[in-house]
């Protein structure tokens, strides 16, 4: 995992404090959301207005994120160089960026509908609210999942202004795609977690039965995508993405074992990546056969 190094630019320190990359995790799938919701494309005022509203977002948790996690960042050596810890950025600095990224997502969902606007807290407290369940439940990965599960769900309702069932099977099926790799993740911090007090499922139940749980998640996820073609009436090449994706994460568990990490970081980040856009473009190309 990359970390931040003092020779980076201020734009390059604050862009790895929030994980920009990571991004790519819930956009592909809040825009199928989007696409879903109008059946095609929204105009680009509403697309660049989800875009600003999920970055902002986003932004806004991992900022709390890593204020909440300062101390606990400095005391873990796969963290201690993140922003706060190794000090590049001042507590004053990460919290000022966090209040802008608040106010900006407010503002975007305001100008996208009433009912953006009226869910925009429910959000925003659900992303942040993350940051702080590992410090009493192992369920804190299924909370990350809703954070990013409500991706395609907020996108269909900023496009719409309403809601429809094939967007909450979207966020089922991210939630507990999320939720089984950041399992994974989190495996490579168990004895850290136990000396802190930090919950997780590995550090729970055991490396064995944790990544029992993550596969399960991921054979869910798989499940929940399906369920959300089938609601939408999406053609066959989404449903080849729905496989396509499958066997992506049938892959990515064949990499980790519970005495064997060292492939955690390719199956994180690397295939999760291709896992979200590889969706998207089988649900872009299904639409774009249907017209």
Request: glycine share 8%.
């Amino acid at each position: 995992m990359a970390t931040i190094t003092e020779k980076r630019s201020p734009l390059r320190i604050y862009l790895e404090m929030i994980k920009f990359e990571h991004s790519i995790f819930a956009l592909p799938f809040a825009m199928i959301g989007m696409m879903w919701g109008v059946h095609g494309w929204p105009g680009w005022r509403v697309f660049l207005l989800i875009i600003v509203a999920m970055v902002s977002c986003r932004s806004a948790a991992m900022a709390y994120n890593r204020i909440a996690d300062r101390e606990i960042d400095a005391l873990n050596p796969r963290t201690k160089r993140r922003a706060i810890p190794a000090g590049l950025l001042s507590l004053r600095q990460v919290n000022l960026f966090f209040y802008a990224s608040c106010g900006i997502f407010l503002l975007a969902s305001a100008l996208l509908n009433h009912l953006t606007l009226v869910l925009s807290p429910i959000a925003l407290f659900v992303t942040l609210f993350y940051s702080v369940t590992k410090r009493f439940t192992p369920l804190c990965h299924f909370v990350l999942g809703l954070s990013l599960g409500i991706a395609p769900a907020a996108a269909w309702i900023a496009s719409t202004g309403s809601l429809g069932l094939p967007a909450l099977y979207l966020v089922f099926a991210v939630m507990f795609w999320t939720a089984g790799f950041d399992i994974i993740y989190a495996l490579q911090d168990v004895d850290f977690d136990e000396g802190q007090r930090l919950r997780s499922l590995p550090q729970t139940i055991g490396r064995i039965k944790a990544l029992g749980v993550s596969r399960l998640c991921h054979l869910l996820a798989a499940v929940f995508l399906v369920l959300a073609g089938l609601s939408f009436g999406a053609g066959p090449a989404y449903f080849a993405g729905t496989a396509f994706a499958a066997a992506l994460l049938g892959y990515e568990q064949s990499l980790v074992k519970p005495d064997d990490l060292s492939k955690v970081n390719l199956a994180f980040f690397t295939l999760n990546g291709f896992v979200s856009i590889g969706v998207f473009a089988f649900a872009l190309l299904d639409r774009l056969i249907s017209k």
